[in-house]
């Protein structure tokens, strides 16, 4: 098992699929489905994994002692639960400072057997309460609401 270095793999991971947790989030990335997309790059190797905290989550003593029990999560983890050819990050959360290191754990090979939630950045239409030119701003995003109301001066 390899670890995530470069910026560039944890952003292409960050599109990825994602399962939450109260002590973090379990981000994935199956290298080989999106070689075959892509330039048929022959990325095959081994699980990559990598560990990300940032800094709304405390100081660095603190951040720094998160990280340290992800990764002693991952040693402790076996890696047939992993899926091969898989890029993984850990992005940890304030609750792994307080929260016990078995339930963390179990926690994990949750997350790991879990089907995860794909979420696509940045992809489609982008979704909001719909607006039409006469009428202004839609109630239920179905139907156009009542007209501004207008104050006339008397004749």
């Not at 489905?33 to 330039?39: K, T």
């Not at 991952?74 to 992993?82: F, H, I, W």
């Amino acid at each position: 098992m390899d670890r995530l270095r470069q910026r560039a793999d944890f952003l292409a991971v960050a599109n990825g699929a994602r399962v939450n947790s109260p002590a973090f989030v379990l981000q994935s990335r199956d290298r080989q489905s999106l070689d075959r997309q892509n330039l048929g790059r022959d990325d095959s190797g081994p699980i990559r994994i990598g560990f990300t905290v940032t800094k709304k989550n405390g100081n660095a003593p603190e951040r720094n002692r998160i990280r340290r029990r992800l990764r002693e999560l991952v040693k402790r983890l076996d890696p047939v639960s992993m899926q091969p050819h898989h890029d993984y990050v850990l992005v940890g959360r304030r609750d792994a400072l307080s929260r016990g290191f078995a339930t963390m754990l179990d926690d994990l090979r949750i997350a790991f057997a879990k089907p995860a939630r794909h979420t696509h950045k940045g992809r489609g239409p982008k979704v909001g309460p719909r607006t039409d030119s006469r009428t202004g701003p839609t109630t239920d995003g179905l139907k156009p609401g009542p007209a501004p109301a207008t104050s006339r001066k008397p004749d």
